[in-house]
């Protein structure tokens, strides 16, 4: 999401279309670009906002 300044589309575009939007640009403007210090807090809040499921509770889990 920093890369892509928080543009849902441009995302969604990347992750499902494997690909980037014609003319797009990166958000960051910073002059050494998107440093590691600069993501690891974008990626932990990230991380700590998946809800993982249990095999169990996976879709399309069967009991063996």
């Known amino acids: 999401m920093t890369i892509f300044g928080g543009r849902v589309e441009d ?3 990347f ?3 494997e690909r980037l939007a ?3 640009e990166p958000k960051v403007r910073a002059p050494c670009g998107l ?3 600069a993501f690891a807090p974008t990626a932990i809040r990230v ?3 998946v809800k993982e499921r249990k095999p169990s509770q996976a879709a399309g889990a ?3």
């Open 11 to 13: 995302v969604r575009r």
């Open 35 to 37: 440093t590691i210090g």
């Open 62 to 64: 069967q009991a063996v």
């Open 47 to 49: 991380e700590l906002g």
């Open 22 to 24: 014609d003319h797009w």
């Open 15 to 17: 992750l499902m279309e």
